[in-house]
């Protein structure tokens, strides 16, 4: 009788290729290492005291140091990012949805990729009903995010000072199995994305 082995399912690993043409296994709130860091500072002022000495020697700051523990703590408790392909990231990521409505995984294959990382590409139609009705949203309690799949792009090249469009090209030019394997390989030795990124608020009005 022949031997008939176990073969283990194995399920295919998401893709942690963001659409913009970062990559989310490099990122601190993917891997939870910003919150990890804010946990790590607070046991420490908290074990130090530091709280109760700071009330006392500036009493007037009261507030502003509960303010500042408050802050500290909900960074702590803030969950990891499940990363882009997963709907991490902004909610309502204008450059993922539009990249979506395009039946693409990322913009690297998009042929509208440059313009649109220049800020130049006009919102579809769509686009601007949605942001229409969010400034709308904007004025009440639901706050929506405010600029388009293009004007967004652009900050974000930015900010990654070019790194996610660079990345975009490789993706075209050798395809995203091999790109993200690279990427991997760097983030497993240590790589984040926070090293490029420039200081920018990319959510700031101009
Ligand atoms: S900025 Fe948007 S497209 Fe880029 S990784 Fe974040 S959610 Fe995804
Ligand atoms: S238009 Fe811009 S945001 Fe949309 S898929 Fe193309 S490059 Fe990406």
Known sequence: MGFHGFMLKTEPEPSLAGACGAYCGACLAYRGELAAEAGRLLQGIRRQGFLGLAKRLHPAEGPKVDVFFDVLDRLARTPACPGCAAGGGPMICPVRVCAKERRLETCAHCADLSACADGRLKSSSAETRRLREGRARLRGEDAHFPFGASEYLARLVRK???????????????????????????????????????????????
Request: charged share 40%; no cysteine; glycine share 6%.
């Open 160 to 206: 990654y000072q070019g790194w996610n469009l660079e990345n975009l090209r490789r993706i075209a030019a050798e395809g995203l199995e091999v790109w993200e394997a690279e990427m991997r390989e760097r983030a497993d030795a240590g790589f984040r994305s926070v090293e490029i990124k420039s200081e920018e608020d990319v959510y700031a009005d101009d």
